[in-house]
Nanobody
Framework: QVQLMESGGGLVQAGGSLRLSCAAS????????MGWHRQAPGNQRELVGT???????NYADFAKGRFTISRDNAKNTVYLQMNSLKPEDTAVYYC?????????????????WGQGTQVTVSS
């Protein structure tokens, strides 16, 4: 099986910074694109940004210039550096990844999600 585990959430004042991490573990053969999403109370889940295995990134407009996604392929980990945080950034942040897992001699491609980590920005 494969698991994604986020960490690094918490409470921060407006203007502050947080760095989220998401580590993938399990029977992993390779990881393709990874990404971050968020969901605020009463809102739909929205994309924050994505990163390819080669490091190419894409961001939602609200994240450009404030958020940075990076990854460490050796550690199967993706990061979300968030700067200049605003109260409207308060949400549960989820990571997801395209992962090829193995089971015996067979390989399976799937998209996996973490359980989410709460980020709260106070004004």
């Amino acid at each position: 099986q494969v698991q994604l585990m986020e960490s690094g959430g918490g409470l921060v004042q407006a203007g502050g910074s947080l760095r989220l991490s998401c580590a993938a573990s399990g029977s992993i053969s390779s990881i393709g694109a990874m990404g971050w999403h968020r969901q605020a109370p009463g809102n739909q889940r929205e994309l924050v940004g994505t990163i390819t295995r080669g490091g190419n990134t894409n961001y939602a407009d609200f994240a450009k210039g404030r958020f940075t996604i990076s990854r460490d392929n050796a550690k199967n980990t993706v990061y979300l550096q968030m700067n200049s945080l605003k109260p409207e950034d308060t949400a549960v942040y989820y990571c997801n990844a395209d992962i090829i897992r193995y089971s015996g001699s067979r390989y399976y491609n799937g998209n996996y999600w973490g359980q989410g980590t709460q980020v709260t920005v106070s004004s």
